[in-house]
């Protein structure tokens, strides 16, 4: 791989270490590497307007002048289409922090490290650039990849479907249910992630179609798991603009009764987001469903707007920890700490803890120490095709 092609610019105040990440990138192939010792510097050399943008911005944190914060601030504003890998000696926790914030000011995130980088964690970065895979493009819909009428067709055309992936409870390493996650198998391009059509769909206000086909055809695996003697719950994303028709609680009762599914076995997983505006209309919907005996879900607990306040509003029965503080949880004290209070905060709260994004056997391991009730995540399975999910739950899924 080579990094030949790309423009790079490397923005950190000490000589030494910012020669080092140069002298690394020109070993990957680089030829154009500009240099700046602060944000400001780097502004200029961005507002110079060279002839070919850049296209990866690498940035230290602690800088003097204008640090990098600020300097992640206004390329967001200004709408720059760099991508921004952060260097910086802060803990994890903070790094995670403006993480969260650099996705608020929609930068092109590709990932942070702390430092020394390393070549190795160089090339993976610049690897990731050229995939295109941008964590920001997987959260924010500042790349828009499909257009609406495109993904209109697609939905008419029936390209839309849930895969599986499994929940494992960790005291009996039993598989216990899937949560249903969209993907859309396009004939051309392959299957493709949410990030790619939910944004635009939510912004369209046209997500009940998705949402109900989702539910639809999670509804039905959920029968046809039953019908086969695997007493499974499966969860499905239920998006807050859905929520805000009073007629939405409803709806989805009858769909999962007309389906000859009891609605104990169906979880509905839920973000509460900035742009909530109808908070009266989702409360009575999220209230009935509960009523009716869906489990329901905090997704994303710890993220921004996923918050204490939601515990004390919603009748929920689950907490599902966000994987940003999972991630990393065996060598993170601090992590560890957050995700130990979740979790005792789920069972003050007599409801039940998962903890999604478990990548690792120590993940898995610090997670059972901590008494977390269950997991979900790459360790155990990646989302898979009903026909996968279902070989999976046949084979008795997997050891843990
Ligand atoms: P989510 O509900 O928090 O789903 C978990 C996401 O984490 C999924 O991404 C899943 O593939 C990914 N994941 C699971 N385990 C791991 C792991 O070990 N490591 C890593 N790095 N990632 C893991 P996905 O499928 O791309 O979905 C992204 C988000 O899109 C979902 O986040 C959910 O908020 C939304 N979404 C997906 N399907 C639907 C849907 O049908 N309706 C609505 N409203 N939202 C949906
Ligand atoms: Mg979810
Ligand atoms: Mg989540």
């Known amino acids: ?7 790079f610019l490397v923005v950190e105040d000490d000589d030494f270490q910012r020669r080092m990440v140069v002298s690394m990138l020109r070993s990957l192939g680089a ?12 502004l200029e050399m961005l507002h110079a307007g060279h002839a070919r943008p850049v296209d990866i911005v690498l940035c230290d944190m602690d800088m003097p002048e204008m640090d990098g914060m600020e300097f992640l601030r206004h390329l967001g504003q200004e709408n ?12 994890r926790v903070l790094l995670v922090s403006v993480e969260k914030m650099s996705e608020a000011y929609g930068v092109k995130l590709l990932g942070s490290v702390e430092k020394p980088l390393t070549l190795a964690q160089l090339e993976g970065l610049i690897l990731r650039y050229k995939r295109g895979s941008s964590r920001a493009r997987q959260l924010s ?3 828009q990849v499909f257009t609406l009428e495109e993904i209109r067709q697609g939905m008419k055309a029936g ?14 390493g039993r598989l216990m249910g899937a949560e249903a996650l969209a993907r859309w198998v396009h004939p051309e391009y392959g299957v493709i992630a949410p990030y790619a059509f939910i944004p635009l769909l939510e912004r369209a206000k046209e997500m009940d179609e998705l949402t109900f086909m989702m539910l639809e055809k999670s509804v039905v695996a959920c029968r046809t798991l039953q019908d086969r003697g695997h ?19 409803d709806r989805v009762t009858q769909l999962v009764l007309d389906a000859g599914v009891d609605p104990h076995s169906i979880v509905l997983e839920v973000t509460e987001s900035a742009a909530m505006t109808d908070v009266a209309h989702a409360l009575e919907n999220l209230a009935r469903l509960r009523m009716h005996g869906f489990g329901l879900s905090i997704d994303d607990f710890g993220t921004g707007y996923a918050s204490m306040q939601q515990l004390m509003r919603i009748a929920f029965s689950e907490l599902k920890i966000d994987q940003s503080f999972v991630k990393d949880i065996a060598h993170n004290e601090a992590l560890r700490i957050v995700v130990e209070s979740s979790i005792s ?12 994004g478990v990548e690792t056997r120590q993940d898995w ?14 360790f155990i399975a990646k989302p898979m095709t009903l026909d996968a999910f279902l070989a999976f739950a046949e084979s008795g899924a997997k050891e843990l």
């Open 345 to 356: 905060l789920a069972r003050k709260l007599r409801v039940k803890s998962v903890a999604e």
């Open 80 to 91: 720059n289409a760099a991508a921004v890998i952060i260097l910086s000696m802060l803990e």
């Open 141 to 143: 819909d500042a790349v």
């Open 31 to 42: 030829t154009e590497v500009q240099e700046a010792g602060n944000g400001r510097q780097a």
């Open 1 to 7: 791989m080579t990094a030949s092609e790309l423009n």
């Open 159 to 172: 390209q839309f479907e849930p895969y599986f992936q499994p929940k494992t409870d960790m005291k009996t």
């Open 231 to 249: 007493s499974l719950v499966i969860s499905v994303n239920l998006s807050l603009t859905s929520l805000t028709d009073i007629t939405l609680a």
């Open 365 to 378: 391991d610090t997670l059972k120490s901590l008494d977390c009730d269950i997991a979900q995540g790459y």
